[in-house]
C-alpha cells in the first residue's frame, strides 16, 4: 500500500509540471482564422523564438497552421495543447 501511495505521488510531482507546459492554442488564435502568427503563438508561449516559428512554419507562410502545430508537437518544439 505505502509503495502505491508513494508511486502516485511520484507520478503526480511529473504530471503537474508537464501539463503546466500545455498551451491554450485555440485561444491564443485572436482573430479566429485558425492559424497562428509568431504573435500569437508568443502571446502564451514567450519562449517560443522567431527561429523556431520559421522552422514549425513549413509553407512559409508566416502562419502555423494545423498540421504544421501537430508535427511540432509531436517533435517536441511546442507543448502539447490544452484546448
Known amino acids: 500500500m505505502k509503495r502505491t501511495f508513494a ?3 511520484a507520478l ?3 504530471i ?3 501539463s503546466a507546459f500545455a498551451a491554450d492554442y485555440v485561444a491564443a488564435d485572436g482573430n479566429g ?3 497562428l ?3 500569437e503563438v508568443q502571446a502564451i508561449l514567450p519562449e517560443v523564438t522567431t527561429d523556431t516559428f520559421i522552422a514549425v ?3 512559409g507562410d508566416g502562419l502555423l497552421n494545423a498540421d504544421e502545430l501537430a508535427v511540432a508537437q509531436t517533435e517536441g518544439l ?3 495543447s490544452d484546448g
Open 12 to 14: 503526480g510531482l511529473f
Open 7 to 9: 508511486k502516485l505521488i
Open 33 to 35: 482564422d485558425g492559424m
Open 57 to 59: 512554419d513549413a509553407d
Open 16 to 18: 503537474v509540471p508537464v
Open 37 to 39: 502568427s509568431l504573435e
Open 78 to 80: 511546442m507543448p502539447a
